[in-house]
């Protein structure tokens, strides 16, 4: 039948479409994990869906009983029957491939597909059977729903609409009339602006309501946020009424926006609208203004000691007591915005496990992820820029880390290797860790690596610390062959700038035949920081106290100078120092041996230096702001602030000042200085 | 005699426009094909169909919702609806039969089985 085997020619490509458009959603079905939208669950739906009735028309046998049953348990995830875990992710891929196979076979006859599509089958049963609480009170009698409209919902949109009710939704009835000749472009904005504030949940036609030649559409929406709230949102292009029973009137919400009963209104609205979206740059504002008024504190505080304040008591007395009310509110403001901030980093995990996955059936390795941590929370920024370099991690582990099956087999190890990521709070900052129980760093390996790419010199010696060091070498990659994986042509030294960029710190420490851990350290938060302000050569900067470990006063005397590098005793420890007046080129002759100096002990992930500084001044919050692109290349500076003296200081990059002029001798440096000149 | 065809799925439509055309029995039948709801709202002041066919499971709006809106027209109550849809859809059945769809046809059906749907519903309205 020619009929036929054209209708399946067109088969196959529109059932090649639509497994594309079901991969792609099942992959942000994983990444929602366990956020995941109905929406997007009744699109895999209807898309498995118009698949099955496809291939039931045409008579394809397999790919109909494999989409059907598909169909079913997506129905009953979409029903609320049963949820998304990771066996059901597992087996809609597994399913997908299988009709992806049983497509291919269809297009060349000579194709076996080899699905044991029984047993798929079987799984796809058991997982669609678990049993899932249906309840027995009807929620849509909680709202004024008439009768037409009830009976044109489909099964899933009641299902939805009794979910919106239970779960303590807002339902909306939105009308619109559009023009007959663009009601659809109309129709579909209106929508969107409604998906922002919740769930579309039907859209029913009707004639012009007006009168007019037009059309109207009636929107079921049920929404977090209260009916003033969405008449806002939607303006004058559709009106909005609440079908709660006994729920306020629209028409004294809109007709008078300033409510008569003022305390009734903020009760009835605070009930309703529990969470609201706010665009990252609305509080990147607030928080400049709060960096805005700790300026203005410490203005405050100098005026408190200026000297003929401090000679009228009473007037130092009321001035200390409005600044001590002031610090804490600030600090209570600070603390607030800080915490509108924070997501849980959550967020990035189900994206992560989803490429681990990926990538473990690309090498062919079989790994368990483990996932801890994942309510720590982090800024938003952050956790955004944190995902390549945490992805790059991770490849990294499941390439270069875990050994090939035999490989652990052979060395007793468990045939699964384990890949973990940790995240944590340790005081004001947080740690997130990669982990694998993988083969661990060898320095024998990596010099004959470094040897080999030219970083190093033939006869140099690399012990574990300094292996660990030239993994973060620019142009610098383990891998023998470069493999797709890893070999993106980005290394561990941009993964290293990402995370200095968000003033972090990465270090690495690895077991030989056990396993490695990248271990990244970050501020909680990057809006406000606390800094050590200190004086060199009669110029003020602020050193980021995460990187302070300690700070001490020396003599003169005390340095040392080993091969040509200054450095400092300290505890059976020989740190490296660099001078702050040396390394921006600052005026400071005083050499002589007991000269007092101050060390600022600081550590960025495995590197340490003491900076050398002429005082101490104190530790003070700050705002970093970006500076020019003058300055901005400027190795050593990460930014400026303003300390509230009405003076500009600038703010320390710790990591390139070690990586620029760590631990060069005092008087090579004036050498080269002087030779430059 | 005009019918419009409502179905998402492009190959769908064609291998249902194909049964329909090659039907011996009913005769002279153009089908005009709608690929959604919206369109098929756009497309019914143009015509005058002698029958509707529609899917349930579509974007936009579902296919209840387009025979909940025809019902309630004073013009197009009178054209016959078929509402299509899969098995195992028993309530959405009743639904469509409460807004005053005349038919109702289950997936996967045979050429001869649509056909006779087809007829039943063009005699509704003679």
């Known amino acids: 039948m020619s009929e036929d085997s054209s209708a399946r020619h067109e088969f196959t490509s529109e059932a090649e479409e639509i497994l594309e458009t079901l991969s792609r959603d099942l992959m942000k079905l994983e990444a929602e994990g366990r956020e995941v939208r109905p929406e997007l669950i009744n699109k895999l739906f209807r898309e498995v869906h118009s698949l099955k009735g496809l291939a039931g028309m045409l008579e394809l046998d397999e790919i109909s009983e494999l989409s059907h049953a598909l169909e079913d348990m997506l129905d009953r995830l979409r029903m609320g029957k049963i949820e998304v875990t990771s066996q059901l992710t597992d087996v809609l891929y597994e399913s997908l491939e299988g009709l992806n196979l049983l497509i291919l076979a269809m297009r060349d006859s000579s194709l076996e597909s080899g699905l044991d599509l029984a047993g798929l089958k079987l799984r796809i049963h058991q997982l669609s059977t678990a049993t899932g609480g249906d309840s027995e009170a009807d929620p849509i009698a909680e709202i004024e729903l008439d009768e037409q409209t009830r009976r044109s919902l489909t099964e899933y949109e009641e299902h939805r609409l009794e979910e919106n009710i239970r779960s303590g939704k807002q339902i909306a009835s939105v009308e619109a009339t559009f023009d007959f000749s663009d009601f659809d472009e109309k129709l579909r904005e209106l929508t969107a602006l409604l998906a922002e504030a919740g769930e579309v949940i039907s859209t029913l036609p009707a004639m012009d309501s007006s009168g007019g030649s037009g059309i109207s559409f009636r929107l079921l929406c049920g929404t977090s946020l209260g009916i003033a709230a969405l008449v806002d949102l939607v303006g004058d292009k559709a009106s909005v009424r609440s079908l709660r029973r006994g729920a306020e009137t629209p028409q004294a919400l809109e007709v008078s926006p300033v409510p008569e009963s003022p305390v009734d209104e903020e009760v009835s609205l605070r009930s309703l609208s529990r969470t609201v979206r706010v665009d990252i740059a609305r509080l990147d504002h607030v928080m400049n203004v709060v960096g805005e008024l700790i300026i203005e504190k410490s203005r405050l505080e100098s005026l408190s000691k200026l000297p003929e304040v401090r000679l009228n008591r009473p007037l130092l007395q009321e001035l200390n007591k409005v600044i001590r009310n002031f610090d804490r509110k600030l600090a209570e403001l600070q603390r607030s915005v800080i915490e509108t901030r924070m997501v849980p980093v959550e967020q990035i995990y189900s994206k992560l496990s989803r490429t681990v996955r990926k990538v473990a059936r690309e090498l062919d390795k079989e790994i368990d992820l483990v996932l801890k941590g994942e309510d720590t929370e982090l800024d938003k920024m952050m956790v955004e820029e944190l995902t390549d370099p945490l992805m790059h991690l991770l490849r990294n582990a499941l390439d270069h880390g875990i050994e090939p099956l035999e490989q652990r087999v052979a060395l007793g190890k468990a045939s699964k290797g384990t890949v973990s990521l940790d995240a944590y709070q340790k005081g004001s900052s947080v740690v997130i860790e990669v982990s694998d129980d993988g083969r661990g760093i060898d320095p024998e390996r990596i010099r004959a690596v470094a040897i080999r790419r030219g970083v190093i010199g033939a006869n140099d010696p690399v012990d574990s610390a300094r292996a660990h060091e030239l993994l973060f070498t620019p142009g610098f990659s383990t891998a023998t062959s470069v493999s797709e994986i890893s070999g993106r042509g980005v290394g561990l030294d941009v993964v290293r700038r990402n995370i200095e960029d968000l003033k972090g710190s990465i270090e690495v420490l690895s077991t030989i035949g056990r396993g490695t851990t990248f271990r990244i350290t970050l501020p909680i938060t990057l809006a406000i920081i606390q800094a050590l302000l200190v004086r060199s050569a009669g110029e003020t900067f602020a050193i980021p106290l995460i990187t302070v470990t300690e700070s001490l006063r020396i003599e003169r005397r005390e340095i040392a100078t080993v091969e040509q590098r200054e450095v400092l005793l300290l505890r059976d420890k020989t740190i490296p120092l660099l001078r702050l007046a040396d390394a921006f080129n600052l005026a400071d002759d005083d050499d002589s041996e007991d000269r007092r100096l101050y060390v600022v002990v600081s550590r960025v992930g495995d590197r340490v230096a003491g900076i050398l500084v002429d005082e101490l001044v104190r530790q003070q919050e700050i705002v970093i702001k970006s500076i020019g692109q003058r300055l901005k290349s400027t190795a050593g500076i990460a930014g400026a602030t303003e300390t509230g003296d009405r003076e500009i200081v600038l703010v320390v990059d710790v990591a390139s000042l070690i990586d620029h002029f760590g631990g060069r001798a005092r008087d090579a440096r004036r050498h080269r200085h002087s030779a430059s000149a | ?126």
């Open chain 2, 1 to 126: 005699m005009k019918i419009l065809l409502v179905e998402d799925s492009p190959s769908m439509r064609s291998f249902l426009t194909s049964l329909i055309e090659e039907d011996s029995v009913v005769t002279s039948i153009e089908i005009v094909e709608a690929a959604s709801g919206f369109e098929a709202l756009k497309t019914l002041p143009h015509h005058n169909f002698a029958a509707i066919l529609t899917d349930i499971n579509m974007p936009d709006i579902n296919g209840l919702e387009l025979v909940s809106f025809l019902k309630s027209h004073p013009v197009y109550r009178n054209i016959p609806v078929l509402v299509i849809s899969t098995e195992g859809s028993e309530e959405d059945r009743k639904r469509a039969a409460a807004l005053g769809a005349e038919g109702y046809l289950v997936k996967p059906f045979t050429a001869g089985e649509l056909s006779a749907s087809l007829q039943r519903l063009l005699q509704v309205v003679s």
